[in-house]
T-cell receptor, first 115, second 118 residues
Framework: DVKVTQSSRYLVKRTGEKVFLECVQD?????MFWYRQDPGLGLRLIYF???????EKGDIPEGYSVSREKKERFSLILESASTNQTSMYLC??????????????FGPGTRLTVT | AQKVTQAQTEISVVEKEDVTLDCVYE???????LFWYKQPPSGELVFLIR??????QNEISGRYSWNFQKSTSSFNFTITASQVVDSAVYFC???????????????FGKGTHLIIQP
């Protein structure tokens, strides 16, 4: 079975803290993605990575950074958390290079609250 | 720029009714992929279907069916004989293939919250 796991389901942090959200996939996928989901806005892409140590900005990268040191792990970093980063964060992965394999598999999400 | 519109924010029907979720997309690419995902109350998005831009055949999977029409840029999803377990938020999404290799994010619609009442 395809599996994407995220380190926490719920997280509460204070304004200004550095926050790490971890995502691990066991499918040997090349591509990994971070989205945030907000009511009325749907899912928006923050960053993605198509290979180890490679990263690309998505639609809303401001205030975030990412790290991909190993193929199976993709970390989202909030350098200085702010209240407007309170959201549900979803990690996903997909295969690369095969035009028939574009579907992304999602983790269960991390609901982050910044107070 | 690509865009996906799900005009129905919320739909409520009684069990066993048929229901159609609308999805309209915009893209300038000739090669693209369309997807539907289901997000049950547990929160995890579940992949339902992928359709590429060159394949306009409709698809049926059990009680689910999808109608892809390039002429109207629509990819609608119909649930026949709905059940309470179908209650979820459903997302339509678009991926443009010209970025190469699938290494690009999906553009999602805002989702339709489907409520099936017993």
């Amino acid at each position: 079975d395809v599996k994407v796991t995220q380190s926490s389901r719920y997280l509460v942090k204070r304004t200004g803290e550095k926050v790490f959200l971890e995502c691990v996939q066991d499918m040997d996928h090349e591509n990994m993605f971070w989205y945030r989901q907000d009511p009325g806005l749907g899912l928006r892409l923050i960053y993605f990575s198509y290979d180890v140590k490679m990263k690309e900005k998505g639609d809303i990268p401001e205030g975030y950074s990412v790290s991909r040191e190993k193929k199976e792990r993709f970390s989202l970093i909030l350098e200085s958390a702010s209240t407007n980063q309170t959201s549900m964060y979803l990690c996903a992965s997909s295969m690369h290079g095969d035009l028939s394999s574009y579907e992304q598999y999602f983790g269960p999400g991390t609901r982050l609250t910044v107070t | 720029a690509q865009k996906v519109t799900q005009a129905q924010t919320e739909i409520s029907v009684v069990e066993k009714e048929d229901v159609t979720l609308d999805c309209v997309y915009e893209t300038r690419d000739t090669t693209y992929y369309l997807f539907w995902y289901k997000q049950p109350p547990s929160g995890e998005l579940v992949f339902l279907i992928r359709r590429n831009s060159f394949d306009e055949q409709n698809e049926i999977s059990g009680r689910y069916s999808w109608n892809f029409q390039k002429s109207t840029s629509s990819f609608n999803f119909t649930i026949t004989a709905s059940q309470v377990v179908d209650s979820a938020v459903y997302f339509c999404a678009l991926s443009e293939a010209e970025s190469g290799g699938g290494a690009d994010g999906l553009t999602f619609g805002k989702g339709t919250h489907l409520i099936i009442q017993p």
